[in-house]
């Protein structure tokens, strides 16, 4: 997607005026996108891949082409399938404590070597480095947990069976064979390899898109995989435009993993049924914040900047409405605004800046017709609201909207950028009601000095995740426990147990032991009969389940 090629350091000054909006361009460093991506790691990322034809990526931070990249057809996509399968075989018959120990090794290259990948998320993305680091922290987690708990998760597990001690009942879980994975561009390495890790070690092959603009990462990931020790053919890499390869890939799955816009994966989730195989979809979200009124309001302000502003807005679990209580609201709004203002925007790969560009023009347009359409309808901007071609062709101010309303597309549609909508309640019933009216379902946040009240409220809103005291990080970062939507925010969940055992079919083996469950030792059918039911009634006395 971008460059962080010829930044400037343009600060508000240079710019035409406009009121209270002083955020500023971060220092430009020495290093570009141009000098990470060289034709030497483009070539050695891609000769795995499956396409003859070429395609290429930019870089958001100046919009210049980044790399020339293989180009796959549907034909391809079919070829990937059959190296996958072809590996599959051998690798579900790989011990999973030797699979586990893939991913543990991984875990250590990728801490070890994190900053070839800050390097590339940061060209292929535009976003500040922090917010690139939280993707290596994401897959970190997720090694280390699918690491040391998949053996578990995975292990046979014994059932009482119909009739106790004489039925052996097993649980066992088949991998599912070849799982196709459509993955976004806004989180290239946390949504590439860090879905593919359960679905690996669970003794899947693993048939990728990523999407064209931040493939480098992807593949990156695949190679480090491969290092540790995961066979090359068990993680196929297909490329191409989404219309024309995303079918293809659900065509041959066995399971499809799909994370990015509702509209999309609702064509996936057709295809899926179409072919009686399951998916699993992580969508949009149009999320919530909820300020109460005991909350810390320092610490909800940095919460809501954190919340709203991480890789641009550009996060599915970001926030985009903000409930105040009206109580507050003026004094929340004040120290939000003025962390908001202090916000350094830059493209540079380097830590430093607090917010890097978006991603693409078509982003950029999104966010401005939301901001100028609400304007236009009577909000008022408290801060932001401008493009600032002076740091990148698609840098936007981070911005904060007062008094939009029902009508205004900023408050229903997903913005998927950096503006966030504040709304003022004095009933706490009213507000949930508020924060729930919407078909989203995806995450959301509440604030209080009362955990226990912000536990009860957190548990009203409808959610797939939601946090208290946190925007999104303490839910998304607990690898042990769920996380998805509900609503048009998608089905299915990754991390935890349901995280990996959607990637394998439940097999029960029941062995029947010294008589059969049927009339014998002359029994007729009616003695057999009034048995069985002396035996229900006797089991029910037991309490056995």
Request: with cysteine; aromatic share 6%; charged share 20%.
């Amino acid at each position: 997607m971008t460059d962080s090629k010829g930044t400037t350091q343009a600060t508000v000054s240079t710019l035409p005026a406009a009121a209270d909006n002083p955020v500023f361009a971060a220092p430009a460093g020495t290093r570009t996108a141009a000098d990470v991506v060289t034709p030497e790691l483009v070539a050695r990322l891609t000769r795995d891949v499956v396409g003859s034809g070429k395609t290429r990526n930019h870089a958001p931070a100046t919009g210049a082409k980044l790399a020339d990249l293989p180009e796959s057809t549907p034909e391809d996509v079919a070829t990937a399938f059959e190296r996958a399968r072809q590996a599959q075989y051998l690798w579900a018959r790989t011990p999973v404590r030797q699979r586990a120990a893939v991913l543990l090794r991984f875990h250590d290259l990728v801490l070890r070597r994190q900053a070839e990948v800050l390097d590339l998320i940061q060209a292929e993305t535009g976003k500040a480095r922090l917010h690139a680091h939280e993707e290596v922290q994401a897959v970190s987690v997720a090694a280390r947990h699918y690491g040391r708990k998949a053996p578990s998760y995975l292990a046979p597990k014994r059932h009482t069976g119909v009739t106790p001690t004489l039925t052996r009942v097993t649980e066992l879980r088949q991998p599912r064979g070849v799982v196709g994975q459509i993955s976004p561009w806004n989180y290239p390495f946390e949504l590439s390899v860090g879905d593919a890790l359960p679905a690996l070690v669970a003794g899947n092959a693993v048939v990728m898109k990523p999407d064209t603009e931040t493939a480098l990462t992807a593949m990156w990931a695949r190679e480090l995989l491969i290092e540790a020790g995961l066979p090359a053919g068990v993680w196929q890499v297909v490329l191409g435009d989404g219309p024309v390869i995303g079918p293809a890939v659900v065509q041959h799955a066995d399971f499809v993993s799909f994370t990015g816009s509702t509209r999309t994966g609702r064509e996936v989730a057709q295809g899926a049924a179409a072919r009686l195989v399951g998916c699993s979809l992580e969508l949009g979200g149009k999320n919530a914040m909820l300020v109460l009124r005991d909350a810390d309001l320092d610490k909800a302000a940095a919460g809501a900047v954190r919340g709203s502003f991480s890789s641009a807005g550009q996060l599915c679990i970001s926030i985009e409405r903000l409930f105040v209580h009206e109580s507050v609201a003026d004094a929340f709004v004040e120290r939000f605004a003025a962390r908001t203002r202090a916000m350094r925007l830059g493209g540079d790969l380097a830590y430093g800046a607090d917010m890097g560009s978006l991603v693409s023009e078509r982003q950029l347009a999104t966010v401005r017709r939301h901001v100028d359409e609400a304007v236009e309808q009577g909000a008022k901007v408290v801060t932001g609201g401008r493009a600032r071609p002076d740091i990148g062709p698609y840098f936007y101010e981070p911005t904060i909207l007062d008094g939009v309303r029902p009508a205004m597309a900023v408050c229903e549609e997903e913005t998927f950028g950096p503006v966030v909508s504040i709304y003022r309640f004095t009933d706490e019933d009213d507000a949930i009601a508020r924060a729930n009216a919407t078909p989203y379902g995806l995450n959301a946040s509440v604030w209080t000095r009362d955990g226990a009240r912000g536990r009860a409220v957190a548990a009203r809103l409808r959610a797939g995740t939601v946090n208290v005291n946190e925007s999104y990080a303490a839910a998304y970062g607990s690898a042990q426990a769920p996380m998805g939507g509900m609503g048009d925010s998608g089905l299915g969940r990754r991390h935890g147990s349901e995280g990996i055992l959607k990637y394998t079919e439940a097999q029960t083996v029941a062995q029947q032991r010294l008589v059969p469950l049927a009339p014998s030792f002359g029994l007729s059918h009616e003695q057999y009969a009034q048995l069985m039911t002396r035996g229900l009634r006797a089991m029910k006395a037991l309490r056995l389940r």
